[in-house]
C-alpha cells in the first residue's frame, strides 16, 4: 500500500480540529485539509489572531500556528477536499436523537449519513473512509452500504478509529495517547487500509501502542470505554451520599481504594456530576443497542450510571435550597463555572445547566462567571434543556422571566458581591486563588459555599467564616445525626 499523502476532514469540531492539527504537525509530508460547512467555524480555525480559534485547548494554538498554511488547512469546500484526499475521516457531531424512534437514546446519525452521500457522490477514485465520529455499534456497516450503493465504479474502504482524547488535555492526550484503536475488515484490502493508518499514526506513536481489531470490536470499545469511566464517577459519587450521612470523607475513601492497584486511582473523583458530550450520550446508545438486541437486563444496568449522575446533580441542588432555609427564591447564588470541566470552554452537558434549570424552578437569581464561557451559551444551553429535559428533575417549568434570573459576569467578584450562596460547578484553577477573606467580607451571612467540586480547602473557608459544603463531607451534619 503506498504511503498517504493527502487527508481531509470533514468536521472541524472539537474532536476534527485538535486532531488533524497534531496529525499535520507530526506528519509534515502528508496535507490535512480539515471542512466544515459552517463558515464561521471555518473563519475561526483561520483567523490569524490565535485567541480566536473556535476551540480552546492548552497547546492548540501552538500546533495549529506550526502547522497551519504549511500542511493544514481549514477549508468550506468540501466536495474538493474530498477529491483531494486519498483518505477521509468523517468527524461530524452525533448528538441524542431529539425526534422520532430513539428520541433521547438513539444517535442521531443523520449528519454522518450525509457524509457517506457526499463522499460517494463527488469521489473521482478509491478512498479509505475512516469513523472518527463516536457511533453506535455497525454504523460502519451503514456507512459502508451507503457508499457501496452510491459509489459507482470506485472502492471504499472503511475503518472505525474512535478519539479517545479528553477535552482539556486533548493535545496532550493526542501526543501521548494510551492507545490508538483501529478497526477495520479482516480481508486483505481491510488490512491494507488499516496499514495505511497505522504508518500515520507510528510517526510519532509507538508501535505497541497501535491496536488493531475488527470494526465491530474497535466500534463498541469506544462505547465501552466511556460506559466504564462514567460509571467509575457515578460509582463514588453514589459513595459520597453514604459519606455524608455516615462522617466519611469521600476523598479519603477513593484514596484508599485508588491504592489498590485493581482499581487505580483516576476517575475517583467526587463531583457534581459528570457532563460532557460523550459519556452520556455513549451510555444511552449503549443501553439503546442492548435494548435493540434483546438484552434489557444488561441494559438497565448501565441506564442506572445515568439515572445516579441525574440524582447527584439533583442532590446538589437540592442541597443548596434545603441549606438556604428551603427557599432560593429572589436569592442572589453566584455560580463559578459554567463548563463542564476545567480548561475548556464546552459546555455540552455540563451539571451548570441542570443545577440552574432546578435553582431557578425555586426563582433562584443566578450569577454566573466562567473564564471561558460567553454569555450566549449559557442561554443557549438553558433554551436546549428546556426543550430537552432528558431528566426527571429538570420537566418542571421555568418562571417565564428565567432569563432575567441569570445574569452573567465578565469577572468574579462582581458575581459574588452581596451573594447569599456560592456554588462551585467546575474546578477551575483560578477559583482557589481568590481573596476569599475579601469575598466574605461582601456577601450576606449566613456565607454558604457549596464546592461541587472538592477544590477548596474547607477548613481555611470555615476559618474565614464560611459555611462551607464539600461533595461528600458531610462531618458536620454527620456528627449531628449521631448526636440526635
Ligand atoms: C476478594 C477481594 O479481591 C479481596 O481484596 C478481599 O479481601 C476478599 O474478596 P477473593 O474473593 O478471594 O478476594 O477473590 P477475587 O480474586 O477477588 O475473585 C472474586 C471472584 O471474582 C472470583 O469468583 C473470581 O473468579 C471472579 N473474578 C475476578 C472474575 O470473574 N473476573 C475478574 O476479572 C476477577
Ligand atoms: C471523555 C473521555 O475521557 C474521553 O476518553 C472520550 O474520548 C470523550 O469523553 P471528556 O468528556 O472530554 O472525555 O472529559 P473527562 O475528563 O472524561 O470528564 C468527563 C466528565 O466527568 C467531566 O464533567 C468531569 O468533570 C467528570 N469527572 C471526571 C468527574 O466528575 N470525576 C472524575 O474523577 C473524572
Ligand atoms: P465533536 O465534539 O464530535 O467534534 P462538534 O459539534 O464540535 O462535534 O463538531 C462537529 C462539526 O461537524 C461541526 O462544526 C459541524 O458544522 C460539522 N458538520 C456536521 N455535518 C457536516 C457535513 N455534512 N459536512 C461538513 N461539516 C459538517
Not at 129 to 138: F, G, H, I, N, Q
Not at 190 to 210: C, F, M, N, S, T
Not at 424 to 429: A, Y
Amino acid at each position: 500500500m503506498k504511503k498517504i499523502t493527502s487527508i481531509c476532514c470533514i468536521g472541524a469540531g472539537y474532536v476534527g480540529g485538535p486532531t488533524m492539527s497534531v496529525i499535520a504537525q507530526k506528519c509534515p509530508e502528508i496535507k490535512v485539509t480539515v471542512v466544515d460547512i459552517n463558515e464561521a467555524r471555518i473563519e475561526a480555525w483561520n483567523d490569524k489572531d490565535l485567541d480566536k480559534l473556535p476551540v480552546y485547548e492548552p497547546g492548540l494554538a501552538e500546533v495549529v500556528d506550526e502547522a497551519r498554511g504549511r500542511n493544514l488547512f481549514f477549508s468550506t469546500d468540501v466536495d474538493k477536499a474530498i477529491q483531494e484526499a486519498e483518505m477521509i475521516f468523517i468527524s461530524v457531531n452525533t448528538p441524542t436523537k431529539t425526534y422520532g424512534v430513539g428520541k433521547g437514546r438513539a444517535a442521531d446519525l443523520k449528519f454522518v449519513e450525509l457524509c457517506a452521500r457526499q463522499i460517494a457522490r463527488v469521489a473521482n477514485g478509491d478512498k479509505i473512509v475512516v469513523e472518527k465520529s463516536t457511533l453506535p455499534v455497525r454504523t460502519a456497516e451503514s456507512v459502508k452500504r451507503i457508499l457501496k450503493a452510491e459509489a459507482g465504479e470506485h472502492e471504499f474502504q472503511i475503518l472505525s478509529n474512535p478519539e479517545f482524547l479528553a477535552e482539556g488535555t486533548a493535545i496532550d492526550d493526542l501526543h501521548n495517547a494510551d492507545r490508538m484503536l483501529i478497526g477495520g475488515d479482516q480481508d486483505e484490502k481491510g488490512q491494507e487500509a488499516i496499514q495505511a493508518l497505522v504508518d500515520v499514526y507510528a510517526h510519532w506513536l509507538p508501535k505497541d501502542r497501535l491496536i488493531t481489531t475488527n470494526l465491530w470490536s474497535s466500534e463498541l470499545s469506544k462505547l465501552t470505554a466511556n460506559a466504564f469511566l462514567a460509571q467509575r464517577v457515578s460509582s463514588i459519587n453514589a459513595i459520597s451520599a453514604l459519606c455524608e450521612r455516615t462522617g466519611a470523607d469521600v476523598d479519603e475513601v477513593a484514596n484508599a481504594i485508588g491504592s489498590d492497584s485493581r482499581i487505580g486511582p483516576k476517575f475517583l473523583k467526587s463531583s457534581v456530576g459528570f457532563g460532557g458530550s460523550c459519556f452520556q450520550k455513549d451510555i444511552l446508545n449503549l443501553v439503546y443497542l442492548c435494548r435493540h438486541f434483546g438484552l434489557p437486563e444488561v441494559a438497565d444496568y448501565w441506564e442506572q450510571v445515568v439515572a445516579m449522575n441525574d440524582y447527584q446533580k439533583h442532590r446538589f441542588a437540592k442541597q443548596i435550597i434545603d441549606t438556604l432555609f428551603n427557599t432560593v427564591s429572589g436569592k442572589k447564588i453566584a455560580f463559578l463555572g459554567w463548563a463542564f470541566k476545567k480548561d475548556t470552554n464546552d459546555t455540552r452537558e455540563s451539571a451548570a445547566i441542570y443545577v440552574a434549570h432546578e435553582l431557578l424552578q425555586d426563582r433562584a437569581e443566578i450569577h454566573v462567571y466562567d473564564p471561558k464561557v460567553p454569555k450566549a451559551q449559557m442561554f443557549r444551553d438553558m433554551e436546549y434543556l428546556i426543550e430537552n429535559p432528558g431528566s426527571v428533575y429538570t420537566e418542571n417549568p421555568l418562571p417565564e422571566n428565567w432569563r432575567d434570573l441569570i445574569v452573567v459576569h465578565e469577572e468574579p467578584y462582581t458575581a459574588m458581591d452581596s451573594a447569599h450562596a456560592i456554588a462551585v460547578l467546575t474546578e477551575w484553577d483560578e477559583f482557589k486563588t481568590y481573596d476569599w477573606a475579601s469575598i466574605y467580607a461582601k456577601m450576606l451571612k449566613p456565607a454558604f459555599v457549596f464546592d461541587g467540586r472538592n477544590i477548596l480547602d474547607g477548613e481555611a473557608m470555615a476559618e474565614y467564616g464560611f459555611e462551607f459544603r464539600g461533595i461528600g463531607k458531610g462531618l458536620e451534619k454527620a456528627r449531628a445525626n449521631v448526636e440526635a
